[in-house]
């Protein structure tokens, strides 16, 4: 064994020495000896010493790894565009995915989603080799337009030195920030907005449900019931079918009973629901006496639709008064719209009126 062992360790050594015979003859036949070796490893170096002289270090930074856009503007790498799409939806209950029909597009050209009546569409039994169209009128389509709004949060100053020392953590705490802004303005345009200058909000676009508390800021189970009767069920059994209230409301419903002295509001996947269906909380939602305080309806047919290439922040250390103090400005920029694409006269979604 140790003699076969001493064998095979010979003809390793003699294999190596054979190649690294091969590769100096090689090189013996290009003309390259070691002096010339050591001569261009020298000048690589003295090249790259002379370039630190003249521009000097070259520092890239992941955060600031991102492609100039127009107006100057650094447009967010793909991680960080998921990132503020997650802090906005966490946020924004009508900018998540989950809730509504949330469309993300490349850009912000003008987007045409079409609507249906789901509540009278039907079918019928065509009898084989018989011309027997099926009856009843066809739906009505109509043709949404959805475009996009600018939303520009509050610029945000950051010294160049936290930003060249740390600047992954600083863009953390700026994509919270700029999350928590873009969610809190359009958050509240996507409830109350009138569709022309700005996304057609929820409230806007729902239907009269008809129904109004019995009594003065107060919901009772029989006015809640009556509200989930109000939309067809073509409607109601959707996924996303859900309750949108301000918390003041849900505080009022979370104290209801049924007859046999059980809560209205149940807990379903670690969500609350109300009637099966879940309940949502927007904070721009109105309460008090007349207010519209309560949507109800199939949320799918809500469209949302954001455009990927808006999603940017705009960097400036030139803003007069920055530069002498060392810091730079963030602004965050999006654009944003939305609407409803039932057709006139169709209720998915409706809203109830409280008591005056």
Not at 178 to 184: K, S
Not at 235 to 246: D, G
Not at 263 to 283: H, M, Y
Request: charged letters at 20%; glycine letters at 8%.
């Amino acid at each position: 064994m140790l003699l076969h062992d001493a064998m095979e360790e010979t003809e390793n050594e003699a294999a190596n020495e054979d190649a690294l015979n091969r590769i100096n003859a090689a090189r013996r036949d290009m003309g390259i000896t070691a002096a010339d070796s050591r001569s261009n490893s020298h000048k690589e170096q003295r090249d790259a010493l002379y370039a630190y002289i003249k521009d000097g270090e070259f520092r890239s930074y992941a955060g600031l790894n991102t492609t100039i856009g127009s107006s100057g503007g650094f447009l967010i790498p793909a991680d960080y565009q998921r990132e503020l799409f997650l802090g906005i939806a966490q946020y924004s209950d009508l900018l998540n995915e989950d809730n509504v029909r949330l469309i993300r597009t490349p850009t912000g050209s003008p987007l045409t989603v079409p609507g249906f009546d789901l509540s009278t569409i039907s079918a019928s039994i065509v009898g084989q080799g018989v011309d027997n169209p099926p009856s009843g009128a066809p739906p009505v389509i109509t043709r949404n337009i959805l475009n996009g709004f600018t939303y520009k949060t509050v610029p945000i100053v950051a010294t160049l030195e936290i930003e060249q020392d740390s600047f992954e953590s600083v863009w953390s705490i700026l994509s919270q920030a700029f999350a928590v802004g873009i969610a809190r303005g359009a958050g509240a345009d996507l409830v109350n907005g009138n569709g022309t200058t700005a996304p057609q909000g929820i409230l806007t676009a729902a239907a009269n449900s008809g129904v109004t508390s019995t009594v003065s800021g107060v919901w009772s189970g029989i006015d809640l019931a009556a509200v989930y009767a109000s939309v067809n069920r073509a409607y109601r059994v959707s996924p996303k079918c859900a309750w949108l209230m301000h918390d003041t409301t849900y505080q009022q419903i979370v104290a209801l009973k049924d007859a046999n002295a059980r809560p209205l509001l149940g807990i379903r996947e670690d969500a609350e629901t109300l009637f099966g269906k879940r309940v949502l909380i927007s904070p721009d939602m109105p309460t008090g006496p007349s207010a519209k305080s309560i949507v109800f309806g199939d949320l799918s047919q809500y469209v949302v639709r954001v455009a990927g290439n808006s999603l940017n922040v705009r960097r400036s250390f030139e803003v007069p008064g920055m530069a002498e103090q060392g810091v730079a400005q963030y602004t965050g920029y999006a654009r944003i719209d939305a609407n409803l694409i039932a057709p006139n006269g169709v209720k998915p979604i409706v809203f109830a009126t409280a008591h005056v």
